[in-house]
């Protein structure tokens, strides 16, 4: 099962006029698979990504989550199924690692927010899952980015869900902790079957990683494939590629172009 794209167009809307920024996406992306958005600055990466979080209304077309409505989910129901990580870098205030994961129980425990037997085993494996033990008595605020990121991946798991996106997560890390992050986010995808869509401007280490990459172009295209199939076609140099930077598809890197 998987999510599956169907003719989607994301976009904005103003009274009755719509501004799309992408259209007519079609794709998909398997549960127990990693799947990396990527794309130049301003292609609509957050867009689509905010749209399938329910966060904007879609514009038109579909979006099928193991074969559901997923566009159509009402609030409660898209919590339990959605977790999502975005750029934002919360305070946290006094909360500690622990509470900020517990958050993750919400859409679950219903009116009274009462955390039962249940939830807080739900609690402390996501914790476990992302190696967070020693940071969760530790207030979120005390916390490095990269650490505050785990806890973030652990809140969206403890929804128990079955689709992950994030958008940016990797945004404030240093290179070592954006590798971890990634890492993490694959073996996480496969360990508990997840559908994980993440956005990134690590192009060279999530085409590594990926199981699959959906491209954006800057100019409205959009193409979804295996990153070694987009790397070998020129998808990859065709929507990254300056007048002094080469993607090499051989090597996977970008390569200063001769003068």
């Known amino acids: 099962m998987s999510l599956v794209l169907d003719g989607l167009a994301v976009g904005h809307r103003r009274g009755r006029r719509a501004r799309p920024v992408?259209?007519?996406?079609?794709?998909?992306?398997?549960?127990?698979?990693?799947?990396?958005?990527?794309?130049?600055?301003?292609?609509?990466?957050?867009?689509?990504?905010?749209?399938?979080a329910g966060l904007l209304p879609p514009l038109r077309g579909a979006a099928l989550l193991d074969g559901a409505d997923l566009l159509g989910l009402a609030p409660a129901q898209r919590a339990r199924q959605v977790g999502v990580v975005l750029t934002d870098r919360p305070d946290g205030g006094l909360l500690t690692g622990r509470d900020v994961v517990a958050l993750g129980r919400h859409p679950h425990t219903g009116a009274s927010g009462v955390l039962r037997a249940e939830d807080h085993a739900c609690i402390e494996?996501?914790?476990?899952?992302?190696?967070?033990?020693?940071?969760?008595?530790?207030?979120?605020?005390?916390l490095s980015d990269g650490e505050r990121q785990?806890?973030?991946?652990?809140?969206?798991?403890?929804?128990?869900?079955?689709?992950?996106?994030?958008?940016?997560?990797?945004?404030?890390?240093?290179?070592?902790?954006?590798?971890?992050?990634?890492?993490?986010?694959?073996?996480?995808?496969?360990?508990?079957?997840?559908?994980?869509?993440?956005?990134?401007?690590?192009?060279?280490?999530a085409l590594r990683l990926a199981d699959r990459a959906w491209l954006l172009d800057g100019d409205g295209g959009f193409v979804a494939d295996a990153p070694d199939v987009l790397a070998a076609g020129g998808a990859i140099g065709r929507a990254f590629d300056t007048e002094e930077l080469a993607f090499d598809p051989g090597a996977g890197v970008f390569t200063l172009r001769e003068t």
Not at 23 to 46: C, F, M, W
Not at 125 to 142: F, H, K, S, T
């Open 22 to 52: 992408l259209d007519g996406l079609s794709a998909h992306a398997g549960r127990g698979e990693l799947t990396v958005l990527i794309g130049p600055n301003g292609s609509g990466k957050s867009t689509l990504l905010r749209t399938l």
């Open 125 to 142: 494996e996501a914790i476990d899952a992302v190696g967070a033990g020693a940071l969760a008595g530790r207030r979120l605020q005390e």
């Open 150 to 205: 785990r806890l973030l991946v652990a809140r969206a798991l403890a929804q128990r869900p079955s689709l992950l996106l994030l958008d940016e997560p990797s945004a404030f890390l240093d290179v070592s902790a954006r590798v971890a992050l990634l890492g993490l986010l694959r073996r996480l995808s496969r360990e508990q079957d997840l559908c994980v869509l993440l956005s990134t401007h690590d192009l060279e280490l």
